[in-house]
């Protein structure tokens, strides 16, 4: 392989390292979203508890 055909090569190679580091970045923000809204079900279970006059005990994620 001589040098030019590496200069093409480049160009091509960075343009698939980005789209698959933009899938990654997709999948990340998915995968962030569904954790924060896993989070909000929490807090909103949790607080309804409390409202009611439930204490619980550390750790109890229900």
């Known amino acids: ?12 190679l960075a ?3 980005i789209e698959a580091l933009a899938a990654e970045l997709r999948l990340t923000r998915d995968m962030l979203a569904e954790a924060n809204d ?8 949790l607080e309804a508890r409390l409202a009611g006059g439930e204490r619980p005990e550390p750790g109890d994620g229900q």
């Open 15 to 17: 343009a698939v390292t």
């Open 38 to 45: 896993e989070i909000d079900r929490l807090n909103t279970a």
């Open 1 to 12: 392989m001589d040098s030019t055909t590496v200069v093409e090569l480049e160009p091509a």
